[in-house]
């Protein structure tokens, strides 16, 4: 059973940069295609970045666009999701996810989450 632990959250500036890591203590995840959500208080919890198991393809969500990357080190049973150019708008939780094997990287797919980091923006 994979099981998600993110840490790098913290306060930063707007216009500064953060590194989340997420990894998996059971080192399972890396058949897994995995995905970055975030949920903002008083908003739908949304696909911010996802990438394929074995690193080669990757979706951003329109509003990072060349401003967030994420990658994987399957070695270390890591994902990362490198946050540049943050905007108070981007303060949330963010969550870490496993996609189904097969499935479609949305919400409703995914199959493990880990507990969660917030990241404040402060203007």
């Known amino acids: 059973q994979v099981q998600l632990v993110e840490s790098g959250g913290g306060l930063v500036q707007a216009g500064g940069s953060l590194r989340l890591s997420c990894a998996d203590p059971?080192?399972?995840?890396?058949?897994?295609?995995m995905g970055w959500f975030r949920q903002a208080p008083g908003k739908w919890r949304e696909l911010v970045a996802a990438?394929?198991?074995?690193?080669?393809?990757?979706y951003y969500a329109d509003p990072v666009k060349g401003r967030f990357t994420i990658s994987r080190d399957n070695a270390k049973n890591t994902v990362y999701l490198r946050m540049n150019s943050l905007k108070p708008g981007e303060t949330a939780v963010y969550y870490c996810?496993?996609?189904?094997?097969?499935?479609?990287?949305?919400?409703?797919?995914?199959?493990?989450w880990g507990q969660g980091t917030l990241v404040t923006v402060s203007a």
């Open positions: 059971g080192r399972t995840f890396s058949s897994y295609a």
């Open positions: 996810a496993a996609f189904a094997h097969g499935s479609k990287w949305s919400l409703e797919y995914v199959e493990v």
């Open positions: 990438i394929t198991w074995m690193g080669v393809s990757a």
